[in-house]
């Protein structure tokens, strides 16, 4: 019998296995295998080091037990036979792991011989088994023994009778087995040896490669492996091997892409979304990163920006193939293709009806699944793969469940419910790859029902009849049937015995899957129910109950329109009816401090999500409600929720976007500016800002206000400077920018191109007298001038024919309508004086009546104040005025006249306060100083309070969207 030789050097050989599989293309090969120079110091390989450590830490322990470093609970007292398993999904570099161990001087000092079998190669292509053969176990017998430098001739032949049945078969292989295993225990006798068993499948195998079960040597095992041994051996550990934290990835990221040194502060952000989207995967962010130089290599101009948006964006995002083939093989533990198959569909059938924007891969509970799999299994469209499942005895919705948490593409945990004396299983995806595996997988078949789309998986066309369609329209076409699908068995349960259990799912999935179905009258009708709210929160609590339903609201809005949110959306109603629910637990006399956080918390939120609905001042009066919460407090310490809530309220507080001169302070750039001038963009851009990080240029309304005269008219949206997630997403010509999805065209207003002049999206200018071509001309040549706008390399923006101008940020906030009780609304010092001024004839004595001082008492220190005035030649020939907050050595004096007009004197000398046209009233409105105009309204009454209101509009009154000290304070 040949038997294996001591080292006769200081270190064993490494394995040939474990060079190929640390070898990438920047590593030279060594040829003798002995130091691993250039493949161990190849900068794409990771060094973790913390895992390497417990690898080295648990097989070289001295004799006496002790351990040469700390390795935590890896320590093993036992000399013989010590076994380490690396656990986790495909791609998490478990083999890159293990060969790294196995070209560290101190494991190879430690053993004579280093062998390495890869166990997941003998179950590729077309093998119908995840267990090792006869044959299969032979060949990696003989590969030892080439390891091993012996004789792999063995008398171990298996001689089969004519008449054997297939136990006597498989006894008789089973026995010949057990032979090799022995003859390789005598081969192995008196050496140090450990042995790695990469990719390991079954469990049962791994006791095949145990020679060191009678030796008086050391026989240790390293085992990677993606499945869960439901019976490990005593002893035995395992290290889950973790994801990439967020410096290795960013490395392995920036070091594929080819970007080491030329990342600048904008390009960090875009290189951490493609991180996040991988999962911070290592074999997911690898192949990210080569894309990124792929494409950078092909096309030098699409900046990093567009690459990221086509990773972010894309159905089979990102688009890495042997991604998905690895993540494919965990299904090919069940070797039957048909039911394998059956596996993937309910697979992804769960990623993508449990999924949620806020959270990929939330806990879903059993009971929930039993909703979706059975009306999948029980359909007419999936009986062929329901009865393939049957002949593996996987009948039972638990029994699949549980199986993929075997495969490991699950993880499961317990659960206590209210009203249920047993705990409940609850399961959720492993990780956010595996979801993205189901969604590719989701958008290449007809789940659920109709023709299968072509699919290819390891070059192998799984349908003899296939259907060229877009994968986005199927997974649009699956995730709309399977939400149906969902909702139509929930109805048919509720009024079943299990109706009690269903209160989870209908609180925490029922809306979202409503949506998703196309039911968006249904889901929002629930939302608004007082017994789905009251029960969300007994449920969940008042502010994750809150962010629960803000997670609905989001997909609300994006299943109807993706690009912006609609300020006709039912959703406002929603969070309006929210607000003043949660708003109403205030009045409790006794309120403890944790449910004072948590109203707070549930407010902000709500005030957060107006925002992106364009709804300032709403938001503005939900945060000033949480201020007060806080400020009206007994006991307890606010100030840094204080503190918090004052930055929400500074974010509503709008500075309106005009033109200011070259060169001065407050200019805006862009920050994406290469992806907004590249002319291969496939869709819009944020206009997010590289002057003022974390902010955007976004709506200052919510609705289109109306402006014009007797010749023509359109609509407008004043811009101005808020929040990034609020940021209006443009395209850009080369000429004019329009916002989506609308169309409309950024412009300065009324084509006027002077300094302080305000900046809007505008509708298309409607022409009242299509007979006077001319005027019509002339005013759509002005108007047309205020929409032609380049972008500078800097970032800046500038009026094509007024160079000299830029796009820039106003001093100081504008003056606004908001609702008579809001904190926002400006209290005049000297309104005593106002009401009983003497109204004078502004025609018989302009000039020399008195004016007031518009000084305030709700901003203390503060007034009203102007700007510049600017000629409007287009809207009413005279002369326009902004009204701002500013400071009260600056405020504007003003007087009313006989006809209720506030005349401003001084610098706005005969100028009146106006909202533009009378049917504009509305919360929200801007206030400006005109020259009279007949078709504008200039009607303003004082009230006791204080404040000043239009006429026909007494709800409303003259404010910012700064919150006054005095306000709060009463």
């Not at 659960?415 to 299983?425: F, G, I, L, S, W």
């Not at 502010?543 to 994006?558: D, P, V």
Request: glycine fraction near 6%.
């Amino acid at each position: 019998m040949p038997h294996a030789k001591r080292k006769t050097v200081s270190v064993c050989k490494v394995p040939e296995e474990a060079r190929l599989s640390l070898a990438t293309d920047r590593a030279s090969r060594n040829s003798d295998g002995d130091v691993m120079h250039s493949d161990m110091n190849d900068p794409a390989l990771i060094p973790r080091i913390t895992i390497l450590k417990n690898i080295i830490n648990f097989f070289c322990e001295d004799t006496d037990g002790s351990s040469q470093g700390s390795s935590g609970d890896l320590n093993n007292s036992s000399q013989n036979g010590r076994r380490l398993t690396l656990g986790g999904m495909g791609g998490l570099g478990k083999t890159t792991l293990a060969a790294m161990a196995a070209c560290l001087t101190e494991l190879r000092s430690e053993f004579d011989h280093i062998l390495w079998v890869n166990l997941g190669s003998y179950f590729k292509g077309g093998s119908d088994r995840n267990n090792l053969s006869y044959e299969m176990y032979l060949d990696c017998v003989q590969n030892l023994c080439k390891q091993l430098n012996v004789s792999s001739v063995f008398n171990c032949e298996v001689f089969l009778q004519p008449g054997d049945s297939k136990m006597n078969i498989s006894s008789k292989y089973i026995q010949a087995m057990e032979n090799l295993k022995h003859e390789m225990s005598k081969i192995v006798q008196g050496m140090k040896i450990l042995i790695v068993l990469d990719d390991v499948w079954s469990h049962e195998d791994v006791e095949l490669f145990y020679f060191g079960e009678h030796a008086t040597s050391s026989f240790d095992m390293l085992l990677t492996t993606r499945t869960l041994d439901l019976e490990p051996r005593i002893g035995s550990k395992l290290i889950n091997v973790d994801f990439l934290n967020r410096d290795e990835a960013y490395y392995l990221c920036s070091i594929e892409a080819g970007l080491v040194g030329t990342i600048d502060t904008q390009d960090v952000e875009i290189i951490d979304s493609i991180i996040e989207k991988c999962g911070n995967l290592p074999l997911a962010v690898r192949a990210a990163g080569r894309l990124v130089k792929t494409s950078r290599t092909l096309d030098p101009d699409m900046s990093l920006y567009e690459i990221s948006k086509i990773l972010l964006t894309s159905t089979e995002s990102p688009r890495m193939d042997h991604v998905n083939d690895i993540l494919d093989r965990s299904f090919s533990f069940v070797k039957d293709t048909k039911a394998s198959f059956a596996l993937k569909v309910l697979f992804s059938a769960f990623a993508i009806v449990f999924h949620r924007d806020d959270v990929s891969r939330p806990w879903v509970s059993l009971d929930a699944v039993k909703l979706l799999w059975k009306a999948l299994r029980y359909s007419d469209d999936l009986k062929e793969l329901h009865c393939s499942l049957k002949k593996f005895k996987l009948v039972a919705v638990e029994q699949i469940a549980d199986l993929m948490c075997v495969m490991g593409v699950f993880d499961r945990k317990y659960k206590n419910m209210p009203n249920q004396n047993e705990r409940q299983k609850w399961f959720r995806i492993h990780h956010d790859l595996m979801f993205e595996y189901g969604k590719t997988f989701a958008s290449k078949v007809n789940i659920y029902g109709g023709t299968p789309v072509k699919y290819r998986q390891h070059e192998i066309t799984h349908y003899d009849e296939c259907i060229e369609v877009s994968c986005d329209l199927i997974l649009s076409r699956n995730t709309e049937k399977l939400n149906n699908a969902i909702v139509e068995s929930f109805k048919s349960n509720s009024t079943s015995e299990t109706a009690e259990n269903m209160e989870a799912y209908t609180i925490n999935w029922l809306p979202l899957h409503m949506i998703k179905a196309g039911l968006h009258d249904k889901a929002s009708s629930l939302l608004m129910s007082n017994n789905y709210l009251g029960t969300q929160i007994a449920l969940n609590g008042i502010e994750n109950g809150i962010r629960l339903m803000m997670s609905f609201i989001r997909s609300y809005e994006k299943a109807l329109n993706a690009s912006s949110f609609l300020p006709t959306s039912p959703m406002i109603s929603v969070i309006s009816f929210a607000s003043i629910y949660i708003s109403s637990f205030t009045s409790s006399a006794i309120m403890h401090d944790s449910i004072r956080r948590e109203i707070a918390e549930a407010l902000i939120l709500l005030g957060i999500e107006l925002q992106k609905f364009s709804k300032w001042a709403k938001s503005l009066d939900l945060f000033t409600e949480v201020l007060n919460i806080f400020r009206s407090s007994i006991g307890g310490d606010y100030t840094q929720d204080i503190t918090r809530v004052c930055r929400h309220i500074d974010s509503c507080a709008l500075r309106n976007i005009i033109l200011v001169q070259r060169g001065s302070c407050g200019i805006l750039c862009l920050k994406h500016v290469n992806a907004l001038c590249s002319k291969k963009k496939e869709s819009g851009v944020a206009l997010e800002l590289k002057s003022h990080p974390g902010y955007g240029i976004v709506r200052m309304d919510d609705k289109f206000n109306f402006t014009g005269n007797k010749i023509m008219s359109w609509d407008y949206i004043f811009l101005g400077v808020g929040l990034k997630e609020s940021s209006l997403v443009v395209n850009y010509d080369g000429r004019s920018m329009q916002s989506l999805p609308s169309g409309h065209k950024l412009a300065v207003h009324a084509g006027v191109l002077a300094e302080s002049m305000p900046v809007a999206i505008m509708s298309e200018v409607q022409f009242h007298n299509p007979d006077n071509k001319e005027t019509n001309e002339k005013s759509k040549k002005k108007l047309c001038a205020g929409s032609m706008l380049t972008v500078d390399q800097d970032g800046s923006i500038y009026p094509s024919m007024a160079p000299h101008l830029r796009l820039g940020i106003a001093e100081y906030p504008n003056l606004y309508l908001v609702d008579r009780g809001s904190p926002n609304r400006a209290v005049f010092r000297y309104f005593v004086h106002l009401q009983s001024m003497q109204k004078y004839n502004s025609e018989t004595q302009p000039n020399e009546a008195p004016g007031t001082k518009l000084e305030l008492d709700s901003h203390p220190g503060m007034g009203i104040v102007g700007y510049k005035l600017i000629h409007n030649p287009i809207v009413n020939k005279g002369q326009l005025g902004a009204l701002r907050l500013g400071p009260a050595e600056e405020a504007l004096s003003g007087r009313f006249n006989d006809e209720n007009h506030l005349v401003f004197t001084g610098m706005y000398n005969g100028l009146a306060m106006t909202t533009g046209f009378a049917q504009n009233l509305k919360c929200g409105k801007m206030v400006y100083a005109s020259t009279c105009d007949d078709s504008w309204f200039y009607d303003f009454k004082v009230n006791v309070d204080g404040t000043i209101s239009p006429t026909s509009a007494i709800n409303l009154v003259l404010g910012f969207q700064v919150p006054g000290i005095l306000n709060l304070r009463s």
